[in-house]
């Protein structure tokens, strides 16, 4: 079995059928490194230190904090994860 078809990728997303990020990606879910990009770009990262990064945008907000899609990356080479919609990360002092 070819691990690779169970990458979720931004060019599958984009192009399939109308679907938001929330349906498309569940929490665990490896992504590639174009749709990590893109979640770090669209709107300036949250929280990002290295691969790990938390997107610009809260998803909502509860008991007073927000929360956002995070992403992960490890490995050599880099595979990439979404995390699911996690409260904010401190930031490094």
């Known amino acids: 079995m070819n691990h690779a078809s169970h ?10 059928p109308e679907l938001s990020i929330l349906d498309y990606l569940r929490p ?15 709107v300036p990262a949250q929280y990002q230190v290295g ?3 938390q997107s610009g945008e809260a998803e909502y907000k509860d008991q007073g904090r927000y929360h956002y899609m995070t992403f992960a990356g490890y490995g050599e080479p880099t595979r990439y994860y979404y995390l699911g919609i996690l409260p904010p990360f401190k930031q490094p002092k």
Do not use: C, P, R
Not at 7 to 16: F, L, R, V
């Open 7 to 16: 990458i979720k990728t931004y060019q599958a997303w984009e192009g399939g």
């Open 28 to 42: 665990l879910d490896e992504v590639d490194e174009e749709m990590f990009n893109h979640f770090a770009s669209v």
């Open 51 to 53: 691969n790990l990064m």
